[in-house]
């Protein structure tokens, strides 16, 4: 499997800040360290990886990153999958305070929940999205795309 996604970033007070997807679901909602995500989703080889970060940021975040030219961060395995991820200039995005109170837009996983209860549910990829310091981010990200965050901080500076 293979996933892209953008990476936003801008100058804050405390340096550095990026922002990150909290998963939504079930197995997420209690949970706070590694649970956090960059923007992203499943492509196919009809589609260029940055065609489906930008593609994806707009599903999952609700509405079009900003424009920019974004700088390949490279691939990291996440799990099964391999993430292909891209930094872009997020200054000025304010379009993330919307995630939380989506309904019907935005990407949405179903599932059966309570597992073998036989009932679907319907959750969405993201429930909610934040600007991090780097440090901070750390904590939060998913593991596997911990060298995410360092490849941008090597890039943009700390």
Do not use: C
């Not at 700088?71 to 995630?99: C, H, I, M, N």
């Amino acid at each position: 499997m293979t996933s892209a996604g953008l990476l936003l970033y801008r100058s804050g007070t405390d340096g550095v800040e990026v922002l990150l997807g909290h998963m939504g679901g079930p197995f997420w909602a209690r949970k706070d360290a590694h649970a956090w995500s960059v923007p992203k989703g499943e492509h196919g080889p009809e589609e260029t990886p940055l065609d489906a970060a930008r593609r994806e940021f707009t599903e999952e975040i609700g509405v079009p990153p900003p424009d920019g030219d974004p700088v390949d961060l490279g691939s990291v395995r996440q799990s099964r999958k391999v993430v292909t991820a891209f930094a872009l200039d997020g200054s000025g995005f304010t379009g993330a305070e919307g995630v939380a109170a989506r309904t019907d837009d935005g990407s949405w996983v179903e599932l059966e929940w309570p597992p073998r209860s036989g009932r679907t549910v319907r959750f969405p990829e993201i429930d909610r999205a934040e600007w991090f310091d780097l440090a901070t981010a750390r904590e939060k990200i998913v593991k596997g795309q911990l060298p995410l965050l360092n490849r941008l901080e090597a890039l943009v500076g700390g």
